[in-house]
Nanobody, 125 residues
Framework: QVQLVESGGGLVQPGGSLRLSCTDS????????IGWFRQAPGKEREGVSA??????????ADSVKGRFTISRNNTKNTVTVYLQMNSLKPEDTAVYYC????WGRGLYSGNYANWGQGTQVVVSS
């Protein structure tokens, strides 16, 4: 079973950038589709971006298109999935979760069986 670890969250001013990372302590992400989701206080979890294992197809929520970029770095032993977040807005404030699934993909949270613990992103001046 994959064990996901997110990192890279923090406090940033509006207009700033952050890069989130997602990796697996057991080095098995080669086999998984990966998605990034976020949940703000009092709101439902929403899909932000996703990347497919097979052809690298990417998906973005309309709210982040043109500002966020998902990428996948494959090495011999590890896979790290990044979410580069630029031009951040206060409404991007949320806990961001990495999710993985062998077959499910896209921006629907129900497609993913494996979840990380989340990393907090706060966009505030």
């Amino acid at each position: 079973q994959v064990q996901l670890v997110e990192s890279g969250g923090g406090l940033v001013q509006p207009g700033g950038s952050l890069r989130l990372s997602c990796t697996d302590s057991r080095f098995t992400l080669h086999y998984y589709n990966i998605g990034w989701f976020r949940q703000a206080p009092g709101k439902e979890r929403e899909g932000v971006s996703a990347i497919s294992k097979s052809d690298g197809s990417t998906f973005y929520a309309d709210s982040v298109k043109g500002r966020f970029t998902i990428s996948r770095n494959n090495t011999k032993n590890t896979v790290t999935v990044y979410l580069q977040m630029n031009s951040l807005k206060p409404e991007d404030t949320a806990v961001y979760y990495c999710a993985a699934d062998l077959w499910g993909r896209g921006l629907y949270s129900g497609n993913y069986a494996n979840w990380g613990q989340g990393t907090q992103v706060v966009v505030s001046s």
